[in-house]
């Protein structure tokens, strides 16, 4: 595809429930990042993939979360045991390298938009 | 006190009119600013991005920086009703590492035909 795609676009759920939400990158992008956005605020940090690893996972909440990348290419973020609060607009990102914005540009999907209820 | 601030707005211009759309920051090790537009229920796209104190040009955008006041500004021009959306200011600290994004509220802004 043309740009980066996320799946699915909307995701309701119960609370306790785990859920996985999907990133595909644009192909030969190499740096990927999942951001979570709750309403009326800015995207918030969660997670940093060069490659297949997880170079920065400091903006994980808690240990519920987790996100994986075992080809360097699709990503997946897990959430165990939802509750109420994580229900935010789940933002995945690419970009041809991390310097994204000097010689690039940081390529943002649709989002996953994850209902707790 | 978050480390990034703007107004969420929302604001409300006439077509043509020049829209001014600010942050202030805290933290001194950002270097990299950037504007990115949201439409609703869409991923943000980078606008323009600026690096030191200064400002740039594109197009009818203007970005400008002011680190000594850690102030940030975006103005558009002649202001079209496709300019209807929510900025957010975003900001980078490259000593950190991983080159996250630290973004703003997001400021609405409508133009009106």
């Known amino acids: 595809g043309a740009g980066v795609s996320q799946t699915p676009s909307n995701k309701v759920t119960e609370k306790g429930k785990y859920v996985e939400l999907r990133c595909d990158p644009i192909?030969?992008?190499?740096?990927l990042y999942w951001y979570r956005q709750s309403l009326g605020q800015g995207p918030e940090f969660l997670i940093y993939?060069?490659?297949?690893?997880?170079?920065?996972d400091s903006g994980l909440p808690n240990d519920r979360f987790f996100a994986v990348r075992p080809e360097g290419s699709v990503s997946t973020l897990k959430i165990q045991r939802t509750e109420r609060g994580d229900s935010a607009v789940y933002l995945c990102?690419?970009?041809?390298?991390?310097?994204?914005?000097?010689?690039?540009?940081?390529?943002f999907g649709p989002g996953t938009r994850l209902t707790v209820l | 006190q978050k480390e990034v601030e703007q107004d969420p707005g929302p604001l409300s211009v006439p077509e043509g009119a020049i829209v001014s759309l600010n942050c202030t920051y805290s933290?001194?090790?950002?270097?990299?600013f950037m504007w990115y537009r949201q439409y609703s229920r869409k991923g943000p796209e980078l606008l323009m991005y600026?690096?030191?104190?200064g400002n740039k040009e594109d197009g009818r955008f203007t970005a400008q920086v002011d680190k000594s006041s850690k102030y940030i500004s975006l103005f558009i021009r002649d202001s079209q009703p496709s300019d209807s959306a929510t900025y957010l200011c975003?900001?980078?600290?490259?000593?950190?590492?991983?080159?996250?994004?630290?973004f703003g509220k997001g400021t609405k802004l409508s133009v009106i035909p």
């Open positions: 975003a900001m980078v600290n490259s000593g950190a590492g991983s080159y996250q994004l630290t």
């Open positions: 192909s030969g992008h190499t740096a």
């Open positions: 933290n001194s090790a950002f270097q990299y």
């Open positions: 600026t690096y030191s104190s």
């Open positions: 993939f060069q490659g297949t690893g997880a170079a920065d």
């Open positions: 990102a690419s970009s041809l390298t991390r310097e994204s914005w000097r010689t690039d540009t940081q390529y």
